[in-house]
């Protein structure tokens, strides 16, 4: 099976390897350098293409301004013999999707609301690319022909944005990978811990399937194979699956779309029999709709237990009534907060010696600074000391006149609706 993995490998060094398409002076870490005052940097981008970029991108909602180069040199520059330091920065945010509910609800506000904390005078500028490779590499090199100072990215394609994060390094751009490992120079990284998302998955479902799992059959519905998280999320999973159920089909789910996950299900269903399916590992939410509606339309009953991930408000409903079996819950707000202060620092020329916890490797650079959180799992049991504890959801948001009952089976709610 194809994959876009990517290698992570965790350790210790200070000077990462410089790899030939970096400038040599500039390694993962580097902070941003000072900038001309009166002379443009020279980039790669041509005239036109430029053009092309900035075109793309206002129509796909970003603002764009071409700033003079000289203006745009003095944001961000160290204090001292580098340059004058300004305090405010211009911090690029480039989302992969508007499509999945947390990016606009809650990675979004949270990294603008850390960004305003740190830096009150900071701004940041959002681009979502709308599952589109090329639009998102439109974006990123609009944002740097507009003078950002860094940017923050959770990549559509991790490697086909690649050469855009070389763009930026030339142009004295730090990068912050968002959630997603992307290619090229990055120079900080946050994400969860996605073999523990797999591991929390297959040992829930396992837990689901009961005493004798080695002889169920369950189905994987894994995530896009442009995304390296999916590799990642596939292989925690099947590191607690293997050899304790059989898997009877596996699918990567293009673009992570449920419509895609409920065309791989009917498959799936059409394949092994309508009674042929006795779990199925979902590696999200979404994924998991796509798939329970499949089997609802095939009048599967009772429903298999179905994992998913990412705690969205229809995850934990289904959760509830008892269509799904469970979801990984990634707290949003650290992840997005590191994020924040992340990009704060590296525009500010600062080390991340004092945010990273550890360093990991990609195809280009070794040694990125690194931030891997923890997920949780979440079942029917936990809900109310998670995602409403956390604050994630009130429980009027999750109880609706639908699913009432299911909360009061679940201790959200008291019999009289309270």
């Not at 606009?104 to 490779?133: G, M, W």
């Amino acid at each position: 099976m194809s994959r876009s993995w990517t290698h992570l490998r965790t350790h210790s060094r200070t000077h990462p390897r410089t790899p030939a398409d970096t400038p040599a002076d500039t390694p993962a870490d580097t902070p941003a350098r000072t900038r001309s005052r009166t002379h443009c940097r020279t980039r790669s981008l041509t005239r036109d293409r430029l053009r092309a970029a900035v075109a793309v991108a206002a129509g796909l909602g970003l603002a764009v301004s071409l700033a003079a180069c000289g203006k745009a040199g003095q944001v961000g520059e160290r204090v001292g013999a580098a340059g004058t330091h300004r305090a405010a920065l211009r911090i690029g945010l480039l989302l992969p999707e508007n499509e999945i509910v947390r990016f606009e609800r809650f990675d979004k506000p949270l990294i603008q609301k850390r960004v305003k904390e740190l830096c009150p005078r900071c701004t940041v500028n959002y681009a979502s690319a709308q599952h589109d490779p090329a639009a998102q590499r439109y974006q990123i090199e609009a944002m740097i022909t507009n003078g950002v100072d860094v940017l923050i990215l959770d990549a559509v394609d991790t490697k086909a944005v690649r050469h855009s994060v070389i763009q930026a390094r030339r142009a004295n751009v730090p990068v912050v990978a968002y959630d997603r490992l992307a290619q090229g120079p990055i120079s900080g990284y946050v994400s969860f811990d996605g073999a523990e998302v797999g591991r929390l998955q297959g040992k829930a479902l396992l837990k689901a399937l009961g005493p004798h799992a080695e002889d169920r059959r369950i189905v994987m519905m894994n995530g896009s194979s442009t995304d390296p998280n999916a590799g990642w999320f596939e292989r925690g999973a099947r590191s607690v699956l293997r050899g304790k159920v059989k898997i009877a089909k596996s699918y990567e789910t293009v673009a992570w779309r449920p419509e895609n996950a409920n065309r791989n299900m009917t498959a799936a269903i059409a394949a092994l029999g309508p009674h042929g399916i006795d779990g199925v590992l979902a590696a999200n939410d979404g994924l998991a709709a796509g798939a329970i509606t499949a089997m609802k339309t095939a009048r599967i009953r009772p429903l298999p237990p179905v994992t998913g991930q990412d705690a969205e408000a229809a995850g934990i409903q289904r959760i509830l009534s008892g269509e799904q079996y469970m979801t990984v819950y990634k707290p949003f707000k650290p992840e997005a907060y590191t994020a924040a202060e992340m990009a704060v620092a590296l525009g500010q020329g600062k080390s991340l010696n004092g945010i990273a916890t550890r360093r990991v490797d990609n195809e280009t650079v070794r040694g990125i600074p690194t931030v891997l959180l923890r997920p949780v799992a979440v079942t029917v049991h936990n809900i109310k000391s998670t995602v409403i504890k956390d604050g994630l959801y009130r429980v009027d948001q999750i109880c609706t006149e639908k699913y009432a009952d299911d909360c009061r089976r679940a201790g959200l709610i008291g019999p009289g609706g309270s």
